[in-house]
T-cell receptor, first 117, second 115 residues
């Protein structure tokens, strides 16, 4: 059982380049999230999705786009990378045991380290 | 709005000492969930515990224990007889149940357990 898988694990970009991070989960979870982790700032939510075809902005959405075309996949895109987007990105998924109430803990991928030069 | 504060940025203890990591949260909801995660040097995030707002019983799991006090909006984590393998960054997190698919994390506390 793979859980949450992120690809790629490492990437170096030049300013202005674009890229997509792929997150895949095999637990049939409804909710998926993208976080970024920076030193001293914990994890900050970029975008999240409460189901296939839906996405919503989190705390720090600027410069990122997302898509959830399939329930198991959540893509994070950087259209024009900036050095401020150098970070470790974590994807997570969670479940609900009671309809709209989000009761589940987050299951995280291993992280993707992105460096923008 | 939700907020989680972990006032201790870094803590160092000597092996076998007990250590408590503080977590204070803010929320307007009456139904919410609190979590602790561990991030060892390898970088992955490991789930430790979930507690809902209606369950104020303290919980013990081996050397780990959690003290949830709604009156002070705190959810503190104690490690008894710490070990070197406990060295990690520990995150406290809050999720509001209704319409709150947004998990909010504290900034983390880096715990170093010295041999």
């Amino acid at each position: 059982n793979a859980g949450v898988t992120q690809t790629p694990k490492f990437r170096v970009l030049k300013t202005g380049q674009s890229m997509t991070l792929l997150c895949a989960q095999d637990m049939n979870h409804e909710y998926m999230y993208w976080y970024r982790q920076d030193p001293g700032m914990g994890l900050r939510l970029i975008h999240y999705s409460v189901g296939e075809g839906t996405t919503a902005k989190g705390e720090v959405p600027d410069g990122y786009n997302v898509s959830r075309l399939k329930k198991q996949n959540f893509l994070l895109g950087l259209e024009s990378a900036a050095p401020s987007q150098t970070s470790v990105y974590f994807c997570a998924s969670s479940y609900s045991t009671s309809g709209v109430i989000n009761t589940g803990e987050l299951f995280f991928g291993e992280g993707s380290r992105l460096t923008v030069l | 709005a939700q907020k989680v504060t972990q006032a201790q940025t870094e803590i160092s203890v000597v092996e076998k000492e007990d250590v408590t990591l503080d977590c204070v949260y803010e929320t307007r909801d009456t139904t919410y969930y609190l979590f602790w995660y561990k991030q060892p040097p390898s970088g992955e995030l490991v789930f430790l515990i979930r507690r809902n707002s209606f369950d104020e019983q303290n919980e013990i799991s081996g050397r780990y224990s959690w003290n949830f006090q709604k009156s002070t909006s705190s959810f503190n984590f104690t490690i008894t007889a710490s070990q070197v393998v406990d060295s990690a960054v520990y995150f406290c997190a809050l999720s509001e149940a209704w319409g709150g698919q947004n998990f909010v994390f504290g900034p983390g506390t880096r715990l170093s357990v010295l041999p």
